[in-house]
């Protein structure tokens, strides 16, 4: 049973930080293409940030220079370091695993940031 679990988000002044996790379970995690989405209450759910198997990273424009993705395989667990939040930034983050094998959704977790 394939399970990936969120964990970190929170609420925030404008301006700060968070971290969130994604530990996954069930499946071989070195493998998978990593990434974070988010949806915002009325919007579609949008992509964040990927890391490939090979730790390539690529980011949504708005998130780039201020959102950084890593991953320890290690520890089968998916990071994203959210620096300089904006209220904008406001969403339920997702995190997703993705290869030939399947695709995979976490169940999301809230972050929060007061102007």
């Known amino acids: ?5 969120e964990s970190g988000g929170g609420l925030v002044q ?4 968070l971290r969130l996790s994604c530990a996954a379970s069930g ?3 070195s493998k998978y293409t990593m990434a974070w989405y988010r949806q915002a209450p009325g919007k579609q759910r949008e992509l964040v940030a ?3 198997s090979s730790r390539t990273t ?3 424009y708005s998130m780039k220079g201020r959102f950084t993705i890593s ?9 994203l370091q959210m620096n300089s939040l ?3 930034d406001t969403a339920v983050y997702y995190c997703n695993a993705l290869d030939t094998w399947g695709n995979y959704w ?4 809230q972050v929060t940031v007061s102007s």
């Open 1 to 5: 049973q394939v399970q990936l679990v």
């Open 14 to 17: 404008a301006g700060g930080s």
């Open 27 to 29: 499946i071989i995690f």
């Open 50 to 52: 990927t890391i490939t």
């Open 58 to 60: 690529n980011y949504a």
């Open 71 to 79: 991953r320890d395989n290690a520890k089968n667990t998916v990071y």
């Open 86 to 88: 904006k209220p904008e």
């Open 106 to 109: 976490g169940q999301g977790t």
